[in-house]
């Protein structure tokens, strides 16, 4: 970067702050702050003690931390800027996924490690790089940015961001911005800057099926009499049809003119094994960000070591689907319940439950000043023309600020890749990727200062 930036001020700014921001950034991965688990939760708030303190020592004039009734602390920090420049709301979140298994992982989860350029930890990648990306970008300015900033980091949004509607509903004014930046996404490679245009949907059900009042012996009674985990697996086969399509009926899916992906490449992102096919049809950036996914998360039955010769009476799965843009949450999950209840054979009793993960569909529209200052400063930071992407997973709270802010610019980038297994064993994040990305947000602030 130093080469690339010579007799630059704010470049040099930049990579000056780098190797404190990678100090902090391990700090706050040390932090197992899982939300979503309850034993987790006094780490969780260490986790938001931490940004806050972090955020006071770049230069904050205010910083709270504020916590919805039931919900995570989230840490809100402002930057006043020059009058008459606008207000940046830069987005991250510091909660993280549980890890999958301690044992699975290369090194520690929670002990950062740095192999081949890359650091691993839970969260050095989702979304703590996000968190220390606004940081290092507004000490590059010394705690004075050309823009107004808000830093606003919350507590759970690998939760859903449940309580999110009522910290914006309650702080409206204290959040309010012209462009908003969520800094929760993905480039396509370490040297190529994405904006992220489109998001699926996600929404999930719980299905149980009954067949008897209690076990009874499967040798005596099997033949006339099924068990409940049989006709389940048998619904949720109805899920797919042959070659891997959903196959669920009144789901949307569109295609576009996205150049198509190298599959080699792709499977080996992902770890596909040998031989697996891959599922529908169409490009893998349509199949991946455009089109319905579902996936069977958990069943409800007894382990294979516990297991015994009694026919079951009840049994009971998760089932997650990922909804194309322009779908609807609601329509989509009821479409999905009514097609596990056609599906349930032998006359088995069923129940269909709606789950806890709802999130909207959502596209944005990348045109207007606030792109123009994002594509022209990426580009500049990272040698590489801005692409625009989409993402097959969810963020949930992308259309909670749409909603509360319908004047704002929303952009969402990133500094993952599609080696940082985002929720996966052996998260990491790139570094020289990184120090690119806290580069392209400096750059950026500048750009929209100097645009009238």
């Known amino acids: 970067m130093a080469d690339q930036h010579a007799n630059d001020p704010l470049a040099a700014a930049v990579e000056a702050e780098l190797p404190g921001a990678r100090t902090d950034l391990e700090r706050l991965v040390r932090i197992p702050s899982i939300w979503a688990d309850p034993t987790h939760a006094d780490d969780t708030r260490r986790s938001a003690d931490a940004v806050a303190s972090l955020a006071r020592e770049a230069g904050a004039a205010d910083v709270q931390i504020l916590q919805a009734q039931g919900g995570a602390p989230a840490v809100v920090a402002r930057f006043p800027g020059p009058a008459g420049t606008p207000t940046v709301l830069l987005y991250a979140h510091h909660d993280v996924q549980p890890t999958g298994g301690d044992e699975h992982w290369t090194s520690p989860p929670f002990e950062p490690t740095e192999r081949a350029g890359r650091l691993y930890g839970r969260g050095a990648a989702d979304d703590k790089a996000g968190v220390m990306t606004h940081l290092a970008t507004l000490r590059a300015f010394g705690g004075k940015p050309p823009v107004?900033?808000?830093?606003?980091?919350?507590?759970?949004?690998e939760s859903g961001s449940p309580t999110l509607t009522a910290l914006l509903s309650e702080h409206r004014d204290l959040l309010a911005a012209d462009v908003i930046v969520i800094a929760d996404s993905a480039n396509p490679a370490t040297d190529v800057p994405a904006l992220t245009t489109t998001l699926r949907g996600l929404v999930d059900v719980v299905v149980e099926v009954s067949m008897l009042e209690r076990p009874v012996h499967s040798g005596v009674y099997g033949g006339p009499v099924g068990d409940a985990l049989t006709a389940l697996c048998?619904?949720?086969?109805?899920?797919?049809?042959?070659?891997?399509?959903?196959?669920?009926?009144?789901?949307?899916?569109?295609?576009?003119?996205?150049?198509?992906?190298?599959?080699?490449?792709?499977?080996s992102d992902v770890g596909l094994l040998d031989g697996v096919e891959?599922?529908?049809?169409?490009?893998?950036?349509?199949?991946?960000w455009l089109k319905p996914a579902v996936a069977v998360l958990g069943i409800d039955a007894p382990r294979v070591a516990e297991a015994s010769n009694v026919l079951l009476p009840r049994a009971r799965a998760m089932v997650s689907l990922r909804l194309a843009p322009g779908d609807d949450a609601a329509t989509a999950q009821q479409a999905l319940a009514e097609h596990l209840r056609a599906h349930v054979p032998w006359g088995a009793h069923v129940t269909v439950e709606p789950g806890t993960?709802?999130?909207?569909?959502?596209?944005?529209?990348?045109?207007?000043?606030?792109?123009?200052?994002?594509?022209?400063?990426?580009?500049?930071?990272?040698?590489?023309?801005?692409?625009?992407?989409?993402?097959?997973?969810?963020?949930?709270?992308?259309?909670?600020?749409?909603?509360?802010?319908?004047?704002?610019?929303?952009?969402?980038?990133?500094?993952?890749?599609?080696?940082?297994?985002?929720?996966?064993?052996?998260?990491?994040?790139?570094?020289?990727?990184?120090g690119r990305g806290v580069l392209a947000e400096a750059y950026f602030l500048q750009t929209l200062a100097a645009r009238p």
């Open 278 to 288: 891959l599922l529908g049809s169409g490009s893998i950036p349509d199949r991946a």
């Open 234 to 267: 048998r619904a949720l086969a109805s899920l797919h049809d042959d070659k891997g399509h959903v196959a669920v009926p009144g789901l949307m899916g569109t295609e576009s003119d996205v150049p198509d992906m190298d599959e080699e490449t792709f499977r």
């Open 148 to 157: 107004g900033v808000t830093l606003f980091v919350e507590g759970e949004e």
């Open 357 to 434: 993960g709802v999130a909207e569909p959502f596209a944005l529209d990348a045109t207007g000043s606030a792109y123009d200052a994002a594509r022209s400063a990426f580009s500049r930071a990272y040698g590489n023309s801005v692409v625009e992407t989409g993402i097959g997973g969810s963020i949930p709270f992308i259309a909670e600020f749409a909603r509360t802010f319908p004047g704002a610019a929303v952009l969402v980038t990133g500094v993952g890749d599609p080696a940082s297994r985002w929720h996966g064993i052996d998260e990491s994040l790139d570094l020289a990727m990184f």
